[in-house]
């Protein structure tokens, strides 16, 4: 088979796949439009609203309060035992269910429902309902509130002005203009003026990594001190853990207390949660993530690292585009050119490395031991 029609079957395959995906994301959505179209059997009570509260807070889904009846066979994934939601078709709509529900699926199903934007939460399957189950946990509670510190409140709006960047952009500005000709004098006519082009990504690249990402609010947001019991839910090896503060609460640990013993016994616990993204700020005694950070902050090894890779990318492209042979002289005498400056810049950023590598490790180091000589986190 020639390249041609191997390339012609490829692109076929392609199609294919993208028009089935097509008509069955189009066949799920006209479900759904039926079924929130058609008469409420009920509406959801109370008890039933609490017994969901698990499946809101893992899935992120917010379901109304009209219960609505749906019949059908149901296809679904694997069933995980650590992991209290499970997923699938119901009728080839998409359902999430209770773990304990599944042992009570049939051939053919009959269900009762309340619909968010993407999926239909079962509340009754075959005989089971979701307020006689047993609850993984109680709900957490609230103890307290406050607003964050000025550490946390420049913890949360990020980074503010990377200077590397924007040197690599003016870099690759220069670049682009000396590929395209426009710094000879007079200007050159077999030069191509698109030849700057890659060189153009480049530094709009380098404009959009070096900007300020300070788009949260300035002012203080509400922390909330909650007391429940923390316990972490994952549905297999390829995911991500979910924290689960009670049954009703998702939290997001930080990733230097993640691997820590005592976050992992499931038992009650009082943190500090921040109320705008759920993230934990505070966790007792001794456990203060803004005092870690300032204690110990990361190296910045990785950012290093990438503008060490635009700087090594501007070079083979500005090689590529305009090879030395063939470069045009400058109008004015003198002038140091582009490459010189991006070798220099090349060379701090590859000591800069070394340098964070090495303070990479004794950082791990030393705020392992600082981890390991603190009480047990979540008391008061």
Not at 40 to 61: I, K, M, P, Y
Not at 350 to 367: F, I, K, Y
Request: aromatic share 6%; with cysteine; glycine share 8%.
């Amino acid at each position: 088979m020639s390249r041609a029609a191997l390339l012609v079957v490829l692109a076929l395959l392609l199609a294919m796949i993208v028009a089935a995906v097509a008509e069955w994301t189009s066949r799920v959505r006209t479900g759904l439009a039926l079924l929130r179209r058609s008469s409420a059997l009920r509406t959801l009570d109370a008890d039933e609203h609490a017994a969901l509260a698990t499946v809101r807070a893992l899935t992120g889904c917010v379901h109304g309060d009209q219960v609505q009846v749906l019949r059908g066979t149901f296809t679904g994934g694997a069933v995980s035992r650590h992991y209290p939601v499970c997923d699938g078709l119901l009728g080839s709509i998409p359902v999430l269910l209770p773990r304990q529900a599944c042992t009570h699926l049939a051939v053919d199903n009959d269900a009762e429902v309340v619909l968010s934007e993407r999926w239909a939460v079962v509340v009754r399957l075959n005989g089971f309902h979701v307020a006689a189950m047993r609850p993984v946990a109680a709900a957490s509670r609230i103890r307290g509130e406050r607003l964050e510190t000025p550490e946390e409140v420049a913890m949360r709006r990020g980074p503010g002005l990377r200077p590397s960047a924007l040197l690599i952009a003016v870099l690759a500005l220069w670049a682009a203009a000396d590929a395209s000709g426009l710094l000879c004098l007079p200007l050159p006519r077999d030069v191509s003026y698109l030849s700057g082009v890659p060189l153009l990504a480049i530094a709009g690249l380098g404009f959009w990594l070096g900007r300020p990402r300070r788009s949260a609010p300035a002012t203080a947001q509400r922390v909330l001190q909650v007391q429940g019991r923390l316990r972490a839910y994952q549905r297999n090896g390829q995911t991500s853990q979910a924290w689960l503060l009670g049954k009703d609460l998702r939290v997001q640990l930080p990733w230097e207390w993640v691997n820590v013993a005592g976050f992992s016994t499931g038992r009650s616990m009082r943190l500090d949660v921040r109320a705008c993204d759920g993230k934990v700020l505070a966790a007792g005694p001794g456990w203060c993530l803004a005092s870690d950070r300032l204690r110990y902050p990361t190296s910045g090894g990785f950012w290093h690292l990438a503008w060490l890779g635009l700087l090594l990318l501007l070079q083979v492209l500005g090689v590529i585009w305009l090879p030395l042979p063939q470069r045009p002289d400058l109008g004015w005498p003198g002038v140091l050119h582009w490459q010189l400056f991006a070798l220099l810049a090349a060379g701090w950023h590859v000591l800069m490395l070394v340098v964070c590598v090495r303070r990479s490790v004794s950082r791990t180091a030393a705020l392992g031991a600082a981890l390991k000589a603190r009480p047990a986190p979540g008391t008061e």
